[in-house]
């Protein structure tokens, strides 16, 4: 499953960095101010052919599909373009991202950061990576001295997200970075350059994240420091190294 999941992620990141180079028409979605390009939907088609071949019967989540849900105790959650709007503007920090869950505990996870040609994975117990050499947690304990990556959702919520996360960590921690790109905010988290990361998201954006961050040694719960359902469609995480959770929690609570 690891090996596959590699492989769809790897195949979908060449794609995407093909169809950088083209004049991309981008499409608002719904009543949001998220925005779809041709390079999410070509993305998602080929790690759906990836997947399908090997694990047919399994169920599928995906941001553009939708669920697809063949009562597998398997789920495969897919993000084929997290970071639409860095990508539509020229920007490094996109990725794609492709998790696995065995009934609701996430179980594999692979990141793919193509631009920065940084490729995370990881398989429960078996420890995180990060193109190929063994990722750990930051061992930062100081909120003072703390980098807490943020982002934010839509534009109707951004108020309100800045008024209940930003506003009272960013007086308290070192620097507070936006990069508009959950999956890549996690990887920095497991490598050691975030000592944690605050964003509301919805399910895709965060499954294969969480298998690299609990592998790599940190923790995620939602903003109240409670367990998090990981087969919910939309979720408020706080992922951390573990050292600095509880004064996260307590800041943004």
Avoid at 73 to 99: Q, R
Avoid at 126 to 132: I, M, Q, V
Avoid at 240 to 249: C, E, F, Q, T
């Amino acid at each position: 499953m690891l090996n596959i999941s590699k492989r769809a992620a790897i195949q979908a990141g060449k794609l995407l960095m093909k169809l950088r180079g083209e004049k991309l028409n981008a499409r608002i979605k719904g009543d949001s101010s998220s925005i779809v390009t041709k390079a999410d939907l070509e993305s998602e088609k080929l790690i759906f052919e990836i997947l399908k071949s090997s694990f047919p019967k399994h169920n599928f989540v995906s941001e553009e599909k939708g669920r697809e849900n063949n009562n597998s105790e398997y789920t495969w959650v897919i993000d084929p373009l997290d970071g639409t709007g860095p990508y539509f503007s020229g920007m490094p920090n996109f990725g794609v991202s492709v998790g696995l869950l065995k009934g609701k505990v996430p179980i594999v996870g692979v990141i793919n950061l193509p631009a920065l040609r940084i490729l995370a994975w990881a398989e429960a117990g078996k420890g995180a990576y990060l193109n190929g050499e063994r990722t750990r947690v930051s061992r930062q304990k100081e909120i003072g001295k703390a980098m807490v990556g943020f982002d934010l959702a839509w534009q109707r919520q951004r108020g309100e997200e800045i008024d209940k996360l930003l506003r009272p960590l960013a007086p308290k921690v070192r620097y507070t970075p936006i990069l508009g790109c959950t999956v890549n905010g996690l990887v920095n988290l497991a490598c050691g350059i975030y000592d944690a990361y605050v964003h509301w998201a919805y399910q895709w954006d965060y499954v294969a994240g969480a298998v690299i961050v609990n592998e790599a040694g940190g923790k995620l719960t939602d903003y109240q420091g409670k367990e998090i359902d990981w087969s919910e469609e939309t979720m408020s995480v706080l992922a951390s190294n573990g050292l600095l959770h509880r004064k996260i929690v307590n800041l943004i609570r």
